[in-house]
């Protein structure tokens, strides 16, 4: 009972809302694996129906998108250059499965990924038009983030680090994912800035998600969220004195003390699991690495054997046949260069150019607007986060969140150009509080 009532709140608010602040969606986005699997680990409807949740939140994207343009906001104004670059990468894989090794394969990857490439990319940049649907969908997602990790914490059972769903397993990486995702917004974003309750609370919420991290056993996503949260908080809190140093050295202290107990608690009596260490020891995070390279270089080598595959690539999805790979090989960066060959891999790289020149010139605009300051730096931090996880799991198709937060944040940082050009050069700037200044205290 208590499942299906959970679920039923956390969705039936979502919707609840949506209305007034339809941004809910992006939280709805982040959320929907760690609320599918809740779904699916306490009731049967869930397993058995186990598109649900995806139609359920694609649905309320969908809704979200409409009230914008009831509203008559123009969803598409202003989209970045990094966007259309992010289009033209994934349209050249797709066109690349037609000389991919095995073409039915890749062509049924892309028909099952194929949604999710449309939602998470196509879509839901569409619903951050202005300052403050980032703020909005920020809180939505510490509401249902740690809502859902609380449930998944203490109301579900586990096999070693999995879910136990009905009929099947849970995806760790999924629900460490949306975990460590929140962990930033409230270490970083700190959206209730003025509420003294919220500077308390937020720690608590922090240390649950990462206890979820720990417990779904997520090396990658736990290392990404210490570094991240480290190397982002200058950005978005500005440290400029001894105070704010001590700040941030009691920020690492947090988060090396809270890992340590949480390794104590859910991985102390595991010893046996990679050439007879723990998961966290040394050696089984070397050969894991090694094994992903070792992939990864394989796929290389067989990129290089023609003048074709290195200009065009293999295809993509290639990494699936089995005379290749079998499998993606977990390290995205590599396995576009061998599957999208120097063409796909020009235009990411492209894509990691211009995100840093946009995030250089935002930030040194925003060095005097502290609350704009902490919007930008989580972006840039939920940014970094998920292009560290490129490195270590996932496909092309399947790390999609990088790229949604990457045309995301450049769809902010070329809003944040337009605020400071002339009035004059801007058109239908009267129709957009996209390119007004936003008190990040005033939402609710």
Known sequence: MLGIIAYCLIAGGMLLFIWRRPSIALAGMLCMFGLEQWGQATHPFFSQHQTFTNFLIGSTLLLAILIKLIKRENVVVGYPPVGWLVLALFSYALASTIWAPRPDLSQSIWASRGPYVVTFLLLTPLVITRTEDIVVAFKALILMGTALTILLLLFVSWDSRTIVLEGGSGNPLAVSQMAAMVALVAILGDPWRSSKLWQVLRWAVVVLCLLLVIRSGARGQLVGLVLVSVACWPLSHRVKSVGHVILLIGLMGFLVGV?????????????????????????????????????????????????????????????????????????????????????????????????????????????SEPEELLIFGTLVSLTLFTLILSFKQGSLLGNLEFFMFAIIMDKHSKSLMCRRRPRKKIADVDSLDLYKPFNVSRVA
């Open 259 to 367: 890992t340590s107990l949480g390794l104590q608690e859910f991985w102390s009596t595991r010893s046996s699991y990679y050439a007879g260490g723990s998961r966290w020891s040394t050696s089984a995070m070397e050969g894991a690495m090694a094994d992903r390279l070792g992939q990864a270089f394989h796929l290389l080598h067989i990129w290089f054997r023609s003048v074709e595959t290195i200009f065009f690539g293999l295809g993509n999805s290639a990494a699936f046949d089995p005379r290749i790979l079998g499998i993606y090989p977990h390290f995205v960066p590599l396995e576009i260069l061998a599957e999208e060959g120097l063409v796909g891999s020009g235009i990411y790289l492209l894509i990691l150019v211009l995100l840093l020149r946009s995030s250089y010139r935002s930030l040194r605009m925003l060095r």
